[in-house]
């Protein structure tokens, strides 16, 4: 029996003022999280040229590695150009709290469906060794 896939979809909602024009920002967006292997692999490359050669970075290094990708737009499959959906959205070029807010918002929720990955991975491991013994 397998496990049920884990979640690649996610809405995220945002509630942000920018404290320099006290703009607000409000509403919520769905993103697609895919990555593949490769793709895996490939942030990793690029995070230890960016970190040089330290893999180890923190959760808002790799949001904004990510968000970057959107900007971009680079077809990075795990997520969608959201800071151009938001501008497009608002008007005008969102405050870049607001970008690391949104990245970080949407890292958690790639964190959780890594987190149940692994655990999956583990429990399958577990049920290897147990029938091999």
Same mark, same amino acid.
């Given at each position: 029996?397998?496990?049920?896939?884990p979640?690649?979809?996610?809405t995220?909602d945002?509630?942000?003022t920018d404290?320099d024009?006290?703009?607000?920002?409000?509403? @919520?967006?769905?993103?697609?999280?895919s990555? @593949?292997?490769?793709d895996?692999?490939?942030i990793?490359r690029v995070?230890?040229?960016?970190m040089?050669?330290n893999?180890?970075? @923190?959760?808002?290094?790799?949001?904004?590695?990510?968000?970057?990708?959107?900007?971009?737009?680079i077809?990075?499959?795990?997520i969608?150009p959201?800071p151009?959906?938001?501008?497009?959205?608002?008007?005008?070029?969102?405050?870049p709290?607001?970008?690391r807010?949104?990245?970080?918002?949407m890292l958690?929720?790639?964190?959780?469906?890594?987190e149940q990955r692994?655990?999956q991975?583990e429990q399958?491991?577990a049920?290897m060794?147990k029938?091999?013994s």
């Amino acid at each position: 029996m397998s496990a049920p896939a884990p979640k690649s979809e996610f809405t995220v909602d945002i509630d942000y003022t920018d404290a320099d024009t006290g703009k607000k920002y409000e509403g @919520s967006f769905t993103f697609k999280y895919s990555l @593949s292997m490769a793709d895996t692999a490939a942030i990793g490359r690029v995070r230890r040229q960016i970190m040089g050669g330290n893999p180890i970075v @923190s959760m808002q290094d790799e949001a904004d590695y990510l968000l970057a990708q959107c900007q971009a737009e680079i077809p990075v499959r795990a997520i969608a150009p959201i800071p151009a959906f938001w501008a497009a959205k608002q008007g005008d070029d969102l405050p870049p709290d607001l970008i690391r807010e949104i990245g970080t918002k949407m890292l958690s929720e790639v964190q959780k469906v890594r987190e149940q990955r692994a655990a999956q991975a583990e429990q399958a491991r577990a049920q290897m060794r147990k029938a091999q013994s």
